[in-house]
């Protein structure tokens, strides 16, 4: 059992192409990030990015290529579940992730905000200018 279920966090496992598509079609610009590294560096990357951004880290899993962490929003407090991920590309790496909240239908675009901020300073990182 992982530290997020014993909280009352959410699964691991993603939803699959349903969940994917209303993604899409509500953000159409939170896209996965693909970066000119090796998986083990854009891995290390993601995780000191996740750390700088004050996340809670729950799990690192290198060999995975997935980071589990979870975040409390400022306004209300309520916890937020983020999972990570960096697999391999013939181009390098490509990081998506996804941030969900705990309690509630609607987190008013914290979430959304939260991955774009994330993945705004991934890439200042990865270019080497963060």
Known sequence: ????????????????????EQQRQAYPDIIPLT???ARDVAFNQALN????????????DGAAGRIEASDRSRWFGFTDDIVIRVAATDAGSRIDLRSSSRLGRSDFGVNAARIRAYLSALRASASGEG
């Open 35 to 37: 970066v000119a590294l």
């Open 49 to 60: 990015a996740a750390q700088r951004m004050g996340w809670t880290i729950v799990a690192a």
């Open 1 to 20: 059992m992982t530290v997020r279920t014993a909280d009352g966090g959410n699964p691991v496992a993603y939803e699959g192409s349903k969940i994917a």
